[in-house]
């Protein structure tokens, strides 16, 4: 298994468990090719992570979100900051964990493309004859540094769990990690307001994911099940598309493979990654 040398990526915060998953004594997992335990500690009620092969090294931790979290490397900067999670009126879910045979930037790319609901997600985040991607807007935030698509529609039968009847939904997307994005999405219970789900991928090695999902919504009639159902449904639906993708890396080069307008966010997300010097799970441009 190859350990991953990019240093970019060394040093971000990943996501390796839901804090609910994770069990009494040692626990293991695999993060960018390295065998990693992480256990709650007895004697001071805190989390402890360490590379298996390293039995005496500490990783550091932090638990956000729902999820533990943990960097191999020297984080330079805190987790991204998702305020959402905190409002005391939502309902903060870790829907679903699940493996796939993709890497990291594919399944992020994914998540940025609305393109596919009608014919991946049909009768759920699409159907026919919706399936034009109406115009919109991807920025890269100057003060964080994220990408920001705004002015995102697109007509969905069943937008969330607790939906009754189809809506055209507002999207806006937000990519503020490498391997993570954050959707917001209109709510069907307070149109003032978004529903956010979040996507944290977690690279087990460049070609291999496990994919987390928080949800966290304003829904006060649905059940935590019903939420995880809805949300695996999803899942498992992608699952398939992404790991027939080929090459399973993402090229950064724009010319490797063929842009239309619905590829907006994507385009920038590549780019933005060729920026940032990310070479882990990708195929860097040529020089």
């Given at each position: 298994?190859?350990?991953?040398?990019?240093?970019?990526?060394?040093?971000?915060?990943?996501?390796?468990?839901?804090?609910?998953?994770?069990?009494?004594?040692?626990?293991?997992?695999?993060?960018?090719?390295?065998?990693?335990?992480?256990?709650?500690?007895?004697?001071?009620?805190?989390?402890?992570?360490?590379?298996?092969?390293?039995?005496?090294?500490?990783?550091?931790?932090?638990?956000?979100?729902?999820?533990?979290?943990?960097?191999?490397?020297?984080?330079?900067?805190?987790?991204?900051?998702?305020?959402?999670?905190?409002?005391?009126?939502?309902?903060?879910?870790?829907?679903?964990?699940?493996?796939?045979?993709?890497?990291?930037?594919?399944a992020v790319e994914n998540f940025?493309?609305?393109?596919?609901?009608?014919?991946?997600?049909?009768?759920?985040?699409?159907?026919?004859?919706?399936?034009?991607?109406?115009?919109?807007?991807?920025?890269?935030?100057?003060?964080?540094?994220?990408?920001?698509?705004?002015?995102?529609?697109?007509?969905?039968?069943?937008?969330?769990?607790?939906?009754?009847?189809?809506?055209?939904?507002?999207?806006?997307?937000?990519?503020?990690?490498?391997?993570?994005?954050?959707?917001?999405?209109?709510?069907?219970?307070?149109?003032?307001?978004?529903?956010?789900?979040?996507?944290?991928?977690?690279?087990?090695?460049?070609?291999?994911?496990?994919?987390?999902?928080?949800?966290?919504?304003?829904?006060?009639?649905?059940?935590?099940?019903?939420i995880r159902m809805f949300q695996?449904?999803?899942?498992?639906?992608?699952?398939?598309?992404?790991?027939?993708q080929f090459p399973k890396r993402?090229?950064?080069?724009?010319?490797?493979?063929?842009?239309?307008?619905?590829?907006?966010?994507?385009?920038?997300?590549?780019?933005?990654?060729?920026?940032?010097?990310?070479?882990?799970?990708?195929?860097?441009?040529?020089?």
């Amino acid at each position: 298994m190859t350990l991953c040398n990019d240093p970019v990526i060394r040093n971000q915060w990943h996501v390796i468990c839901a804090l609910e998953d994770i069990r009494p004594g040692n626990n293991q997992t695999t993060l960018l090719g390295e065998s990693i335990g992480f256990c709650i500690d007895t004697n001071s009620h805190g989390i402890r992570a360490w590379r298996l092969n390293e039995p005496g090294d500490t990783l550091p931790v932090t638990c956000a979100y729902g999820y533990l979290w943990t960097c191999p490397g020297s984080p330079d900067k805190p987790l991204f900051a998702l305020p959402e999670y905190n409002e005391p009126d939502r309902r903060n879910v870790c829907a679903a964990t699940i493996g796939v045979r993709v890497s990291a930037p594919r399944a992020v790319e994914n998540f940025l493309d609305m393109g596919h609901f009608p014919y991946v997600h049909t009768g759920i985040l699409g159907e026919q004859p919706h399936t034009e991607v109406r115009e919109y807007d991807v920025t890269i935030e100057e003060t964080t540094n994220d990408v920001i698509a705004t002015r995102c529609r697109f007509y969905q039968p069943m937008a969330a769990a607790g939906s009754e009847g189809g809506m055209l939904v507002e999207y806006v997307y937000r990519v503020p990690h490498p391997y993570c994005s954050v959707l917001y999405k209109s709510c069907p219970s307070d149109e003032k307001r978004m529903d956010v789900i979040a996507l944290f991928v977690q690279p087990v090695t460049e070609e291999t994911i496990r994919a987390h999902a928080l949800v966290s919504v304003i829904d006060e009639h649905s059940t935590d099940l019903s939420i995880r159902m809805f949300q695996q449904t999803i899942f498992g639906q992608d699952k398939p598309i992404l790991e027939n993708q080929f090459p399973k890396r993402l090229p950064l080069d724009p010319r490797a493979e063929t842009p239309i307008r619905a590829d907006k966010s994507a385009i920038v997300y590549r780019r933005w990654l060729s920026d940032l010097g990310i070479t882990y799970g990708v195929i860097p441009a040529a020089a």
